[in-house]
């Protein structure tokens, strides 16, 4: 009865939020497939329903890609952006911070970690190439699941140690067209699973750790417009279900649909 009652809730939420919005939105259409190449300033908002097995909540979630420059384990200096949240209302959204680059087709490689000011690298030694292809561009060219997975460094005083691993998998689930309060968008609905433990330098302790897993929904001049996660952290273990209401990225008309 309890879980009738949550997805009562849901879909009056979910219906709400598209009543709330204006009668006629656009639609988006699926053309190459590519990711958006993201910049500072860059942001994403999303209307979330948070369902605990103690109450339910509903807020917003920003996503704001602000730019970065940071040092590698080798003191290289490296352009990143960074992938900062905020959160409104009564949700809470527990991750570790990502740091991300992208390739000149637009390949999302996701280089570290941020946690209590420390950054965590994706490298195998402090002289190796860091980073892992998180998501390939075109979205078309993921046809089979892909998993990546690397250890995690941390450097300081010039001292680098193993302080924890991280793994990302990603199933392609095929095509959907999904209406979110923003527009009605043609997307690659994606499975994934991504997990991250931070240990301390000397591996004597674990400081947290993160396990997402659920279904995403990519539009890729945007990004993901629609989620549905079960996150499991130190700090939380709630189902998230967020959809797009808010973006100033702006889309390609290419990628606009006539009907």
Request: aromatic fraction near 10%; charge should be negative; hydrophobic fraction near 35%.
């Amino acid at each position: 009865m309890q879980n009738h009652s949550k997805f009562i809730f849901l879909w009056l939420f979910l219906t709400q939020l598209v009543a709330c919005g204006n009668n006629e939105i656009p639609s988006y259409i699926l053309t190459d497939s590519q990711l958006h190449t993201y910049q500072g300033g860059d942001r994403l908002s999303y209307s979330v329903l948070s369902v605990s097995s103690t109450s339910d909540a509903t807020g917003i979630l920003n996503l704001t890609f602000e730019n970065a420059d940071v040092l590698t384990p080798d003191n290289q200096t490296l352009a990143t952006f960074v992938r900062n949240q905020e959160t409104l209302g009564n949700i809470s959204v527990n991750f570790a911070t990502p740091y991300f680059t992208q390739t000149e087709n637009a390949d999302l490689i996701l280089q570290a970690y941020s946690e209590a000011g420390k950054t965590y690298w994706l490298a195998e030694s402090q002289n190796a190439e860091t980073g892992k292809t998180f998501y390939s561009s075109p979205l078309t060219d993921i046809t089979e699941q892909v998993t990546i997975s690397s250890q995690l460094l941390l450097c300081e005083n010039t001292i680098c140690n193993n302080a924890g691993n991280t793994s990302v998998e990603l199933t392609p689930l095929g095509k959907e067209t999904i209406e979110t309060d923003y527009a009605k968008f043609e997307t690659h609905k994606m499975f994934i699973s991504w997990s991250v433990t931070l240990q301390n330098d000397d591996q004597s302790a674990t400081l947290s750790t993160y396990n997402l897993t659920g279904t995403q929904w990519v539009f890729p001049p945007l990004g993901v417009v629609k989620f549905d996660y079960r996150l499991e952290s130190t700090f939380t273990n709630d189902q998230l279900i967020g959809v797009l209401n808010a973006t100033n990225i702006n889309i390609p008309s290419a990628n606009k649909s006539e009907n």
